[in-house]
């Protein structure tokens, strides 16, 4: 099987198969049912009432074990995960991409779009997923100065491969494509109308995703309506995503610290370990940023992400408490019911 089977996964998979379950991978999620990719190509599956129960739900890109009829009966780990927290919701993960070996964050080089601390926000995610991280400007027609761009975003992706590209001529996207080779598969990541759906065309090699034509701002229009994972004529996967009108962070902790590595080291040589960079005698990054070593810009935005994934973590906490207090108070009323002597018959 292709769609990114690995001997891996075939070990894996054992004891599922000894189950009589077949293996498949999500390649389109809707709210009562999942189109699969499986040996016997494409079909449409329900889930199964346990996992339902459960709230285990597939995302685009899991792979899962099907019984007939086609029901999903089981979802295999994940291997990397490119998560958000969910839009209006206090502490709850979307799942925006699942099992992809790599994560184009994509950007266009237009005023409206081309944001630095927006991208620093995206390498966070992609870092912390486990997925190795690209940078794709598109767009490069409409920037007066592509060099200029590129090192200003070299200067926040630290070790990050970065592609300039034209989606009018095709130049530079040739360099995508070795990103697919062994039937790996990459995410697409970015805002509305930055042309992800143009990237996808061309390393499918014909139009496999619809595009719009380009608005007087430079911006193009949505035309991905939903997650969906797609393989390639040539091998390899694609999984285009709507646009993001935000990237609240999810847990990224980890990929926090590596984004933001230069900010990280200069912290770990001040006097304290616990070093608050505001007034402390000794303080490397106060030193960096009266200096100009370190720009203010981006030392604000490394707080600001850290403001923003405590408080996740204190919402986390306390639904954490919540749901062990309304769990404790369930199994109190369950042994009431149970040890509550039964009622005699009237006379």
Known sequence: MRLGWTPERETEFEQYGAEGLRPARVAVEHRSAYVLYGEQGEFRAELAGRLRHEEIWPAVGDWVGV????TIAAVLPRRTVFSRKEPWLAAKEQVLAANADTVFVTTALTPADFKPRRLERYLATA???GAQPVI???????????????????AVAFGVPIHAVNGLTGEGLDGLSPYLAGH???ALLGSSGVGKSTIVNHLAGGT???????GSDGRGRHTTR??????LPGGGLVLDTPGLRELQL???SHGLEQTFED???LASTCRFGDCAHESEPGCAVREALRTGTLPRDRFDSWRKLQRELGRLERRLDARARSEHAQQIRKEARQRRRTQRPPRGRAR
């Open 67 to 70: 019984r007939e009829p086609e």
């Open 127 to 129: 870092w912390e997923s």
């Open 136 to 154: 794709v400007l598109t767009k490069t027609d409409l920037c007066a100065d592509v060099q200029a761009a590129v090192l200003e975003v070299e």
């Open 184 to 186: 790996r598969t990459v």
């Open 208 to 214: 496999v995703m619809p595009v719009a034509e380009i």
């Open 226 to 231: 939903h997650r969906e994972l797609l393989p």
């Open 250 to 252: 999810w847990d990224v």
């Open 263 to 265: 900010v990280a080291a």
